[in-house]
């Protein structure tokens, strides 16, 4: 089981350049999650999907930031434009189905708007 | 008030010490209680789930108390490894993380 995977794992722009983040979910789980992490805010919750339908995207800062699950295996997150305060850590989660369980987490991307 | 509240510490303690950490929640609602653990640097890994009978798993035991609202992780003979910041975790319709609260294990 190869897990959650991120991709990149690191990402230096420009202020006012689209930013694209990639996740490729764990197979056969059927919940994918958008986090991302700063030392201000903790772990925030962006917008969460379920069998590829966008369950609740209240956590979604502002009209720049979009996400997309066109299939169960891929899931983007897009920031146009990219401003400084969007530097954080961007996770990507999954779960399998199942009310409560776990979740298992990719190894995020780092990502500095400068 | 924020939903799961947690001292973010941190807790110095020297090797082989029993610690404990609380946290409280104030969503009646929520079904199911984690604790995860996190590395510098690293993603969240769950540690363990939380059941109101108690549960545990080596030198790690969970605790939940729905009347109080609360949840506790102990660690008992801390080891240089158990150093990482622990974050409290319920779920309602989604998983919701605490601030977390860092551990330092000193030899």
């Known amino acids: 089981d190869a897990g959650v995977i991120q991709s990149p794992r690191h990402e230096v722009t420009e202020m006012g350049q689209e930013v694209t983040l990639r996740c490729k979910p764990i197979?056969?789980?059927?919940?994918l999650f958008w986090y991302r992490q700063t030392m201000m805010r903790g772990l925030e919750l962006l917008i969460y999907f379920n069998n590829n339908v966008p369950i609740d995207d209240s956590g979604m800062p502002e009209d720049r930031f979009s996400a997309k699950m066109p299939n169960a295996s891929f899931s983007t997150l897009k920031i146009q434009p990219s401003e400084p305060r969007d530097s954080a850590v961007y996770f990507c989660?999954?779960?399998?189905?199942?009310?409560?369980?776990?979740?298992?987490f990719g190894s995020g991307t780092r990502l500095t708007v400068v | 008030r924020k939903e799961v509240e947690q001292d973010p510490g941190p807790f110095n303690v020297p090797e082989g010490a029993t610690v404990a950490f609380n946290c409280t929640y104030s969503?009646?609602?929520?079904?199911?209680f984690f604790w995860y653990r996190q590395d510098c640097r690293k993603e969240p890994k769950l540690l363990m789930s939380v059941y109101s009978s108690g549960n545990e798993d080596g030198r790690f035991t969970a605790q939940l108390n729905r009347a109080s609202q609360y949840i506790s992780l102990l660690i008992r003979d801390s080891k240089l490894s158990d150093s990482a910041t622990y974050l409290c975790?319920?779920?309602?319709?989604?998983?919701?993380f605490g601030a977390g609260t860092i551990l330092r294990v000193k030899s």
């Open positions: 969503n009646s609602a929520s079904q199911s």
């Open positions: 197979s056969g789980h059927n919940s």
């Open positions: 975790v319920l779920y309602g319709n989604k998983l919701v």
């Open positions: 989660a999954s779960s399998p189905p199942g009310a409560g369980t776990g979740y298992t």
